[in-house]
């Protein structure tokens, strides 16, 4: 009989070796060079972190048509298999200068118009968009071993919408985007508070409104991108992309 091996949980997958060429040598950085940080990082072996995806695959046969049409049933069944925050996509914009920054937003609604995420328009990624109204997410379902990548152009969402999602929201969450001028610097915790605070006694006893530098956005996407791990990095990838005429052109890209 043979005793079970407590390390093999972390051995390294089979397919690891032929996944990508032996990294080239470091360029010593001048900077980092000339001043080496007084602060070892702890270490952790993330070279030697691996998984093999094989929960499913992507057949052009299996995919809809339609584009959001496929997203809804993969965001279902991200649902459905209980993938923490569902919804949670990294958004990607771009200054004025095309710096790019990303971060992570819920989405609020999807339909043919697009798909949609709120914010606050003072903050970093509501200048990016004022300046340059376009975008990228990126839905990634770990669980599932998919990823679904979005791009196209920005618009900012109908007043009336957004004052009807701002009113369902939680009371403490309406008074929470009065407090914060997302994005800028605060001098202490307290302060935040004492600015929830403030907005509690302003709008005591009336609904809270709907500020003016809150709202939605809509990605109209002109590229949707499904990814579904496989063994072997052989990974399947379905883009679909928007002609001039409106109709889904879809193709397969390498992994
Ligand atoms: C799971 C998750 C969900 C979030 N949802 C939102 C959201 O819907 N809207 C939002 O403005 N920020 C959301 N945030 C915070 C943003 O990631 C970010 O910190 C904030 O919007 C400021 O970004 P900016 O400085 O790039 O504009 C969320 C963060 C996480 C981790």
Redesign the pocket.
């Known amino acids: 009989m043979t005793t079970p091996d407590p390390a093999a949980d972390h051995a390294p997958a089979p397919d690891r070796a032929p996944d990508r060429a032996p990294d080239p040598a470091p360029v010593p950085d001048p900077v980092l060079e000339a001043a080496p940080s007084r602060h070892p990082v702890p270490q952790v072996d993330v070279a030697g972190l691996r998984e093999t995806y094989r929960r499913g695959q992507l057949v052009e046969t299996d995919v809809d048509a339609d584009p959001v049409v496929q997203f809804s049933r993969w965001l279902a069944d991200a649902v459905a298999a209980r993938v923490p925050?569902p919804n949670?996509m990294t958004?990607a914009?771009a200054d004025a200068d095309g710096v790019p920054?990303?971060?992570?937003?819920?989405?609020?609604d999807v339909d043919q118009a697009g798909m949609t995420?709120?914010?606050?328009a003072g903050?970093?990624?509501?200048?990016?968009l004022a300046a340059n109204p376009r975008a990228a997410l990126v839905f990634c379902w770990l669980e599932l071993e998919r990823q679904v990548r979005v791009s196209g152009a920005v618009t900012p969402v109908a007043r009336v919408q957004s004052a009807a999602y701002f009113a369902s929201r939680p009371r403490a969450s309406q008074l929470g985007a009065w407090a914060s001028h997302?994005?800028s610097v605060v001098s202490s915790r307290g302060e935040l508070e004492a600015a929830q605070t403030a907005a509690a006694e302003r709008f005591d006893g009336t609904d809270v409104p709907l500020p003016a530098f809150w709202g939605g956005w809509r990605v109209d996407p002109v590229q949707v991108e499904f990814w579904q791990g496989r063994p072997g990095r052989l990974h399947d990838r379905l883009r679909y992309r928007r002609r001039a005429d409106g109709a889904w052109l879809l193709e397969r890209l390498a992994p």
């Open positions: 925050e949670a958004l914009t920054s990303a971060r992570v937003v819920l989405l609020k995420f709120y914010t606050n903050s970093a990624k509501g200048h990016d997302q994005s």
